[in-house]
DNA sequence: TTTATTAACTTTGCGTTGCAAAGTTCTTTG
DNA sequence: CAAAGAACTTTGCAACGCAAAGTTAATAAA
């Protein structure tokens, strides 16, 4: 495939993996409650998506304890910014083309 | 479903038609033959996105003749662009939303 | 020590989407 | 009349998306 889309990253085309990486680019680390609620998204929801950024390497996960609950939290990979990057740019020089 | 990306527009997910939003937002009027090689896509993938976004008034369609050739343009409708710029408009405020 | 609760998943089920490839229709050109 | 081109439509199938229900582990409450 070639084309002016060529670059636009599949991992990003779904509003969930979308938004994790968003919140995840601005936010070193945050975790899965703060998550579910800036998403607004069911955690059945939430978890296949951070699965599926994980399974690509762009997020990693951290289980630790806080107030002796559980807690996870997720943070964006070198890699995974980078690919994040990639499409924001793919993203602005489709949408800014010129004639 | 609230959180911050309730207001992405589910129709531009995909990569060929957000391609085919993006072109029409910049060309008044593009055909068929010159939105396939733009994208780079099949041309039956190609009309079967064209279709969806026909059937939710986001472009329009002219079928004439040139050269005594069927040739089909595209151009996107006032409702189309509108619905784009808000899309793009709620994609940057995701992408750089703060802290 | 049973019971409940919370966190974070995993599984299930099912409808939707995406795409290539093949088939179709119409029209022109040789 | 055969071939070619434009623009679809259909087919078949794999991948995706999501809600809802089920699971596991730890802690808290009774």
Redesign the interface.
């Given at each position: 495939?070639?084309?002016?889309?060529?670059h636009?990253n599949?991992a990003f085309?779904?509003?969930?993996r979308?938004?994790i990486m968003?919140?995840l680019?601005?936010?070193e680390k945050v975790d899965f409650k703060r998550l579910k609620?800036?998403?607004?998204?069911t955690d059945g929801n939430l978890a296949s998506h951070i699965k599926a950024l994980e399974k690509l390497n762009y997020i990693e996960v951290y289980k630790t304890f806080v107030d002796r609950k559980p807690n996870t939290s997720y943070s964006a990979t070198r890699f995974g910014k980078e690919a994040f990057k990639k499409h924001?740019d793919a993203?602005e020089k489709?949408?800014h083309?010129?004639?």
């Open positions: 495939m070639s084309g002016i889309i060529q636009i599949k085309d779904n509003r969930v979308l938004g968003s919140v680019m601005v936010n609620q800036l998403l607004g998204v924001i993203l489709l949408i083309q010129q004639k």
